[in-house]
């Protein structure tokens, strides 16, 4: 079993739609969670980043650490074919010896115009 | 613009050839981390450096090797090339050990 584990999709919803990205962790320890945009063939960029549990909001994007579920989700309103494009997750414990970001498979999202 | 240049952008060249992948991070990171992506495949750490030193390996292959220099830039050698050596090649960049990533554009490497 992976250590983190993302649907990879696709994941296709027409425009406006509220989207839901989802991973799911094994290793209680993690604490610090992103999500990265990558555009095809380019490299990622950093989206959201949350410490521990809670929610996190920046304009359409909401991230939502649930860390009794090990789950952490990336919602997205009023979709825009814009946003098409695939969404890893990365965690780390952090400390001195468990930093090293842990990432998922990445899910490949369509919104359709 | 994340701040951290790759060159070069495409890379073609031939089975059991040796090429170098060069990473500039963004002013003031220390660590470098480098990373490959194959078609349709997920990130697979390959290895970090921090401020010149080795602190992590991933699945990176013994053809492979890596430095990061005194002025903190980096190269990636991939020595003896096979046809699934062919991925996009990402190098990012942070401030510390376990800060922030930002990603450079990427190498796009094609083994004949």
């Known amino acids: 079993q992976k250590e983190v584990e993302q649907d990879p999709g696709p994941l296709s919803v027409p425009e406006g739609a509220i989207v839901s990205l989802n991973c799911t962790y094994s290793?209680?320890?993690?604490?610090?969670f992103m999500w990265y945009r990558q555009y095809s063939r380019k490299g990622p960029e950093l989206l959201m980043y949350t410490y521990s549990s809670g929610n996190k909001e920046d304009g359409r994007f909401t991230a939502q650490v649930d860390k009794s579920s090990k789950y952490i989700s990336l919602f997205i309103r009023d979709s825009q074919p814009s946003d098409s494009a695939t969404y890893l997750c990365a965690m780390s414990a952090g400390g001195d010896s468990n930093y090293q970001l842990i990432w998922g498979a990445g899910t490949k999202l369509i919104i359709k115009p | 613009d994340s701040g951290v240049t790759q060159t070069p952008k495409h890379l073609i060249t031939a089975t059991g050839q040796r090429v170098t992948l060069r990473c500039s991070p963004r002013?003031?990171?220390?660590?470098v981390y480098w990373y490959q992506q194959s078609l349709d495949q997920g990130l697979q750490f390959l290895i970090q450096y921090y401020n010149g030193e080795e602190r992590a390996k991933g699945n990176i292959l013994e053809r492979f090797s890596a430095q990061q220099f005194p002025d903190l830039h980096s190269e990636l050698n991939l020595s003896s090339l096979e046809l699934g050596d062919s991925a996009l090649y990402f190098c990012?960049?942070?401030?510390?050990?376990?800060?922030?990533?930002?990603f450079g554009p990427g190498t796009r490497l094609t083994v004949l």
């Open positions: 002013s003031g990171d220390l660590s």
């Open positions: 990012a960049s942070s401030v510390g050990l376990a800060d922030t990533q930002y």
């Open positions: 290793n209680s320890a993690f604490q610090y």
